[in-house]
């Protein structure tokens, strides 16, 4: 069975950090892109940031940028999601997804673009 497992989350104060991991398991993950999405109460599923399988290029929504970090060990099948300088606007549930290439400009930050999902992992960030 393909499938993704997120762990790292936890209750953070405004400025901490936290590593998020994803974890694949029944393919190999280094032919994928894998995506970070994360969802608060109320709001819609949004993309955070991709990473694409060789060279590794990403990509980030503008909210994150300069704070938050993707990379990847592809002998591991891990994603990592290193996120620095915290605010309460970061919290919500995180969830990594999987398709087979690259990061899309244009496909890389809808949901509907990832073929496999994890659970998720909570975040949330206090003032």
């Known amino acids: 069975q393909q499938q993704l497992a997120e762990s790292g989350g936890g209750l953070v104060q405004d400025g901490g950090s936290l590593r998020l991991s994803c974890v694949a398991s029944?393919?190999?993950?280094?032919?994928?892109?894998i995506g970070w999405f994360r969802q608060a109460p109320g709001k819609e599923r949004e993309g955070v940031s991709c990473i694409s399988p060789r060279d590794e290029s990403t990509h980030y929504t503008d909210s994150v940028k300069g704070r938050f970090t993707i990379s990847r060990d592809d002998a591991k099948d891990t994603v990592y999601l290193q996120m620095n300088n915290l605010k309460p606007e970061d919290s919500g549930r995180y969830y990594c997804?999987?398709?087979?290439?690259?990061?899309?400009?244009?496909?890389?930050?809808?949901?509907?673009?990832?073929?496999?999902w994890g659970q998720g992992t909570q975040v949330t960030v206090s003032s």
């Open positions: 029944g393919f190999r993950s280094r032919n994928y892109a």
């Open positions: 997804g999987a398709d087979f290439g690259r990061c899309y400009s244009e496909s890389w930050g809808r949901s509907s673009w990832y073929d496999y």
